[in-house]
């Protein structure tokens, strides 16, 4: 197919709320155990039947981690971000993202005709940037409550902090270690948790900058 045909659309502002719900349902119909870490890539593969595609030019050239075709059976991944044990959190956040297209976009992505890059390229540019920031932003949102569903993560982290003697008794090395023990159960990044973090339990990073004042 050429060109993508230009539409003019509106993407609806979702609130978070309604995303994390949806977020909630995707994890519980796919992964009923809840265990974590929750298993995106496999999610992925064998249950919704997307193929990957690694691509050596995505990230170095188009500053992209991934994207997911318009008929979301065909997943493009940088393929540093695919294939290097260290990029593993990296590349669970970009899978959860992509499924997280399918689940929120669909109309939108089904609305074009895309395969691959270049078509993709198109596509972003025909819907504009105010759309494109809504639909990153509303991805981003659903990526983290997949990957850190809400539950879990009070469960976890209330645990945790009760452990070390409460909120107020915490030290930064108690800190530190439950950052690193969040990390591990739900295989994500840092900067990712400590998101998810800051927007369910402000109080958390309230009480971590005290210490390291
Ligand atoms: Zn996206």
Known sequence: MGKTTIKQINVPFLDPKTIADEADKFVTAYHPSLKPPIPIEEIAEFQLDIKVY?????YPQHGIEGFINSNFNVLTIDQ???EEKANRSRRRSTFAHE?????????????HDFNSKDEYLEFVDAIGER???????QA???????LVPSNLLDEQLGDAIKKAGGLSNMS?????????ELKRSF?????FLRHRI????????????????
Request: cysteine-free; charged content about 25%; aromatic content about 10%.
């Open 187 to 191: 295989q994500v990044s840092g900067e």
């Open 80 to 82: 540093k971000i695919y």
């Open 54 to 58: 690694p691509s050596g030019d995505l």
């Open 198 to 213: 800051t927007h369910q339990h402000p109080e958390v990073l309230k009480a971590a900058e005290k210490l390291y004042k």
């Open 131 to 137: 759309n494109i920031r809504l639909i990153e932003q």
């Open 172 to 180: 930064l090395q108690d800190l530190t270690f439950i950052m690193e």
């Open 140 to 146: 981003y949102i659903f990526a983290g409550h997949v």
């Open 99 to 111: 499924v997280a297209h399918i689940i929120l976009h669909r109309d939108i992505f089904e609305g």
